[in-house]
């Protein structure tokens, strides 16, 4: 992976202070800007064209959900990770349906935040262990449960389950041992069987499934 260049966006100066010091001290990421507001953060985000903004979801003039919406529409290219004390799931689709890529609570250690933007950054999308368990009301978690009751392969299952913890084409493809392409055939076939039409829904699948939960313990630094 290349450098990982990285905006910040919170209204807390010595949180902002804290994580910007704990990604300046990490080698493959540069911090390209910092902002206490949505408006300054969205100033920011697009002169520097970031590669991933980190966001609070509390920010004094505009939420870290409106922000995104921002974002999404004027600099599709970057990618948002949410960092936040809100662990309920009334907080956590709403973020990720604006185009979040990434969940993390504040309270959680600092290398769960450096192991989101590398997925984040890899194009995956990661959701704090924490708040898994909480990401699909009941109704949801049975519909998908349910969908999965399809026939899968085992590889075309491993190649969702991947993509579910956040892990890139190219890296699923070095775990597997099979190319890009055959990656991408497995979770175009999968998707078909499931009627997934998105990342986050593959995402959804991986959290009814118990794939995400995994990731507390085996995930890298």
């Known amino acids: 992976m290349g ?17 910007s010091a704990l990604l300046r001290r990490t080698p493959e990421i540069e911090v390209v800007g910092e902002a206490t507001n949505g408006r300054d953060g969205l100033r920011i985000v697009q002169e520097a064209v970031p590669d991933i903004v980190v966001v609070d979801l509390s920010l004094p003039d505009m939420s870290g959900v409106d922000l995104a919406r921002e974002l999404a529409s004027t600099c599709p290219g970057v990618r948002l ?15 990720m349906r604006a185009g979040a ?31 898994v368990g909480g990401v699909l009301a ?3 978690e049975q519909r998908v449960g349910a969908e999965f009751a399809a026939d899968l392969s085992a590889r075309e299952e491993a190649v969702l389950k991947l993509t579910a913890q956040g892990f890139a084409n190219k890296e699923i493809a070095r775990q597997l041992d099979v ?13 078909e069987k499931l009627s997934l039409r998105s990342r986050a829904a593959i995402v959804r699948l991986g959290v009814a499934r118990g794939w995400l939960s995994e990731l507390q313990d085996s995930a890298p630094v």
């Open 179 to 191: 190319s890009v392409k055959t990656v991408d055939t497995y979770k175009a076939r999968a998707c």
């Open 138 to 140: 009941g109704a949801e």
């Open 101 to 131: 890529r990434g969940y993390v609570l504040k309270r959680s250690a600092a290398a769960d935040l450096l192991r989101a933007i590398r997925a984040v950054a890899e194009g995956g999308i990661y959701l704090d262990p924490a708040v």
């Open 81 to 95: 990770l949410v960092l936040t004390v809100h662990e309920d799931r009334a907080y956590v689709q709403p973020a």
């Open 3 to 19: 450098q990982m260049r990285v905006a910040l966006v919170d209204d807390h100066p010595v949180v902002l202070a804290g994580i």
